[in-house]
């Protein structure tokens, strides 16, 4: 078999000597305060061997610039080769811890890859029921398509391939069609999540209509909290959590999400799952004008998912998870029924479990109310992280009964 000739360019990056601890115990990120000669960098994509102030090894990465950094560490051995044989161990390897999946006819969408988790920051593999969607972070990584692709067909058996570049292209997001290779998928794809049907758009946007890293969360919630109930889903997007109510027997749900879009697609996931869409509430609105309403209406559930972006700007309100969510949470209290449960989650990186306790803790007092916590979710096991890079371990999950 022909491999693809690889010949990246190499270059010497001097690490400064406040970061050299930092590289040499794992930490997988090139920060740009790292890296004493910037300007040498050259082109993304280069491999850059980092070494210390002496000249002395440390690591090899790539240059490839993210809102979060300059590039990532891929090996501490001065030896490994950055060619298509190292993809292929470190897919493989993903591949492998993977398997669980692959043989759960319940489940066929889940992370294949998650990145610097599985040894290669900027880039993410998802699985959908046969094809796979290649997330690239940064220009650097998307150098190495042709690698991964070739990675890819010696480890994985697939339909097609898809890709999004989750990167600037001169500041515009120009793409009009993300198929790859292979046969293209149905429109939409159906894949299925612990038996729940869901409709996804490997080509319609940056967002594929669901978000994989819930799904544990979707299950408990229809497992163990929605008979019976009567469920608030805020910033619902295309309703998952509402389909995961509504199959665990809730007696209605009300979704909330201020983009016009997501009525036909909350309308959609119910639809494939054999619900009578008709039966739940389905808003187009600002929730926190949703709250204000409530509050006037004197509206409470039994059941209230609060899951916001970690950054939102509508024409009122900015909101900012690191700063808001307290108050955010609060409001969600207040519309919940003494004795019922706030599913409050997180998506953001910056700020870790112990201080999300903290915004939980500042909540109910400002609320004037009672919980207690019980249980909590991480990210699960597909979304592999690394001790070393506590931010890849973004995901945060309460659930919480109030007193
Ligand atoms: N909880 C969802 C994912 C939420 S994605 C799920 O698990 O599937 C974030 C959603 O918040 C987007 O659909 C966006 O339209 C919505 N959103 C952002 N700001 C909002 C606001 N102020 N009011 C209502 N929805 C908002």
Known sequence: MNRAVFMKQTVKVKVKSA???????????????????????GAEGTILELTDDS?????????????????WVLTHREEEQIDVGFFEKKLKR?????????????????RLFNGEGDGIGGVAIEYFDGYLLIQWYSEGIYHFKDLFIEALNSIVDYK????????????????????LIGERAPVPLLVKENGINFAIYLNESAMVGI??????????????YAKGKTVLNTFSYTGAFSVAASLGGAMKTTSVDVANRSKSKTIEQFSVNGIDFEAEDIIVED??????????KNLSFDLVILDPPSYARSKKN???????YPDLLAKAIDVTEQGGVIVASTNCSTFGMDKFKGFIEKAFKQADSKYQVLEEFRLPADFKTIKEFKEGDYLKVVFLQKL
């Open 19 to 41: 970061y050299v601890k930092s590289i040499k115990s794992g930490f997988p990120l090139l920060k740009k305060e790292a890296v004493q000669n910037l300007q040498q960098l």
């Open 55 to 71: 000249g002395l090894f440390l690591a090899k990465g790539y240059y490839g610039k993210q809102n979060k950094g300059i590039g």
């Open 94 to 110: 993903a591949f492998e811890l993977r398997q669980s999946f692959f043989s759960d006819p319940g489940t066929t969408a889940f």
């Open 160 to 179: 097609g391939i898809y890709e999004k570049k989750r990167f600037d292209l001169q500041g515009t997001y120009m793409e009009d069609d993300d198929f």
């Open 211 to 224: 978000f994989l890293d819930q799904r544990e969360v979707r299950k408990t919630i229809r497992d163990n």
């Open 287 to 296: 929730v926190f004008n949703y709250f204000k309403y409530a509050g006037r």
């Open 318 to 324: 900015t909101f900012s998870a690191g700063k808001d």
